[in-house]
């Protein structure tokens, strides 16, 4: 009966991701756009963006699922998804942007994430007289927001609205009961794990998952090994990227065979496109999540 | 009475380090606990040999170079140790050990640097020479690390800093195997160096005429403070202040002698470490602190202390 419950909410979720992609994309409003960031700058559009760089993964992700990809005219580094993404230039990693190669792409419209760096190469990109626009995009509820923001850039606003109460729903609907105590282990020298600031706990409450240390506030913090062997969670999620394999280094240590999910191999590995950026793609995220950690390799 | 005092800290700084911790375990049940033998155990001993070999070297480098501002990481180590750890973790070597020995050879590295350049004069090892050599390495390793991370895609990168500001977390009884079995001979040689260095304090020409062998002693003294500092680096990263502070506090309780004051280094050094790895579990739990500010945050009122009745004596 539980198991059914989980199935028709894993159902639940597919279909709102679904129903975000089928959303109707709106026709563009004429007049100059007026748009205020998220570090409360405002730009002001004559049109639509026409040559969008892009300077994080998670918007770049949103600027395909906003079905605008086709207009990104740069990129970064880790911009993986979807695989069309790889065929957009590289203007480099998005942290501290290289002014000079996003502006060599002629871009009209520039999207960063949010960080004092980036406000301030923000600020240099307008003195160029391109316009730039700074995201928040740490948390579920940021990414509402953020394709709000983004669709009236590029004048997809009914296709950003449908998106955009996608995720609202996600995040509003009640959680399933936990059946799963996991700790998601982000490094092991020292042991530093995921709190409850980050997006990936929301994912666990999403998927149904109990992150064994949803009591600390910040996104990550370090613990002592102790503390992960008193928690004992039943599995331990990595994040790493697809070319790794087999159990992490720590694995093997001895003074980490004190906790149970590691003694007993049961490891889950969550691939950093998917998991580590905040985007179009949660309820994927979500139940893969619950997927995984209902059958963890071991 | 000086030294039971002291010996009763050593002794209760290592019981509250075994008997405190986040995790709850009854005192009756302490030593069959899982969490006590493997983890606790082996990391208040580690702490306590980490701690009194950054205070030894700390106590023999400062009677080397004649400088109260010497300490075990002045001549280049850190940066060393910190270049070998990045260059492993870039290179996506996956073995347990790999960070740990990628530091010890970084940290040799920087040394064997620091050395050559301490004997550019000549024959003599200049103790200003090695000063400027150590920092002139430790800024030019700091340098190529910045840079690989900077330039790196491998996001673990960042997180090579997180393990080098230090810490203890990786303690197990392999690592205390390790740096017992490897600290016993520097610890030896500067021990045993004890009352030549009183003589070097006087300057090195009246060290001669005492009869010293000033040379010998010198490059004695750097290469054992130096490997040892290595060791200690590649299992706990850079634990700052121990080496800087114990010394001075000890030599402000024992006078200048080194027979006394090298063992009284060890063992306040030990207690300091072993006490303050404990406020780090403990304090914030279930967060840990960084060690190293818990040093910082026990050792300097301690010092500030120590420092007033000094003076006012």
């Not at chain 1, 600031?197 to 929301?202: E, M």
């Not at chain 2, 030593?31 to 155990?41: K, W």
């Not at chain 2, 790999?98 to 040799?108: D, E, I, Y």
Request: aromatic share 6%; with cysteine; charged share 15%.
């Amino acid at each position: 009966m539980r198991r059914w419950a989980h199935r028709t909410h894993l159902a639940g979720l597919l279909a709102l991701a679904a129903g975000a992609v089928c959303g109707r994309g709106g026709r563009a409003p004429s007049g100059p756009l007026a748009v205020t960031d998220d570090a409360g700058r405002t730009l002001t559009l004559s049109a639509p963006a026409r040559r969008i760089v892009s300077l994080s993964p998670a918007v770049t992700e949103l600027v395909f699922a906003l079905g605008a990809g086709d207009r990104l005219v740069g990129r970064t580094t880790w911009c993986d998804y979807p695989p069309a993404a790889r065929a957009v230039p590289s203007v480099g990693d998005g942290l501290n942007p290289n002014i000079e190669a996003v502006a060599a792409r002629r871009p009209d419209l520039v999207v960063l994430y949010r960080s004092p760096l980036n406000e301030t190469a923000a600020r240099q990109l307008e003195r160029l007289g391109i316009a730039a626009a700074v995201v928040r995009q740490d948390r579920l509820e940021d990414v509402a927001r953020a394709a709000r923001l983004v669709g009236r850039l590029v004048g997809q606003e009914a296709r950003a609205e449908a998106l955009a109460d996608t995720l609202t729903r996600l995040v509003t609907q009640p959680a399933p009961r936990a059946h799963t105590r996991v700790a998601f282990v982000v490094w092991d020298t020292p042991p530093m794990v995921i709190g409850a600031g980050s997006y990936l706990d929301q994912l666990a409450t999403l998927a149904g998952v109990e992150n064994v240390f949803h009591d600390i506030g910040p996104a990550s913090a370090v613990v002592a090994l102790e503390t992960l062997a008193t928690r004992d969670p039943d599995v331990i999620a990595v994040l790493r990227d697809s070319a790794a394999s087999g159990p992490p280094a720590f694995a093997r240590r001895a003074e980490w065979q004190v906790i149970r999910a590691v003694r007993e191999r049961r490891f889950v590995y969550l691939t950093g496109s998917l998991f580590g950026r905040p985007g179009p793609r949660a309820p994927q995220a979500a139940a893969e999540l619950r997927r995984l950690t209902e059958a963890p390799a071991r | 009475m000086k030294w039971l005092g002291l010996g009763l800290v050593a002794v209760g700084a290592f019981l509250s380090a075994v008997l405190l911790g986040p995790a709850h375990v009854p005192l009756a049940g302490a030593l069959s606990s899982d969490i006590v033998r493997t983890l606790r155990l082996p990391r208040a001993i580690l702490a306590f040999l980490v701690g009194g070999s950054l205070a030894l070297s700390g106590a023999g480098l400062q009677a080397l170079v004649r400088n109260p501002l010497a300490d075990p990481f002045l001549l280049g180590l850190s940066g060393g140790a910190g270049l070998g750890a990045v260059v492993a973790l870039a290179l996506h070597v996956a073995s347990p050990w790999a960070l740990p020995l990628a530091a010890f050879a970084g940290a040799l590295g920087a040394m064997a640097l620091v050395y050559r350049l301490g004997l550019v004069g000549g024959a003599a090892l200049d103790p200003r020479i090695l000063i400027l050599a150590g920092v002139a390495v430790g800024a030019f390793a700091a340098a190529v690390t910045t840079a690989i991370v900077s330039l790196s895609d491998a996001a673990e990168l960042r997180n090579a800093f997180l393990w080098l500001w230090g810490g203890l977390s990786g303690a197990s009884w392999d690592s205390v195997r390790l740096v017992a079995l490897y600290a016993v001979l520097p610890i030896a040689v500067l021990l045993a160096a004890a009352r030549p260095l009183d003589l070097l304090a006087l300057g090195e020409e009246p060290a001669r005429h005492l009869g010293a062998d000033v040379e010998p002693l010198k490059r004695r003294v750097f290469l054992a403070a130096s490997l040892l500092t290595a060791a200690v680096v590649a299992v706990s990263g850079v634990i700052g202040f121990v080496g800087l502070v114990v010394p001075h506090a000890m030599r402000a309780l024992w006078g200048h002698r080194h027979r006394t004051l090298l063992p009284a280094a060890f063992l306040g050094g030990g207690a300091l470490l072993a006490l303050s790895d404990t406020v780090a579990r403990v304090a914030v739990a279930p967060r840990e602190l960084p060690v190293g500010i818990v040093t910082a945050l026990v050792g300097v009122p301690a010092f500030a202390f120590l420092l007033r009745r000094w003076t006012a004596n």
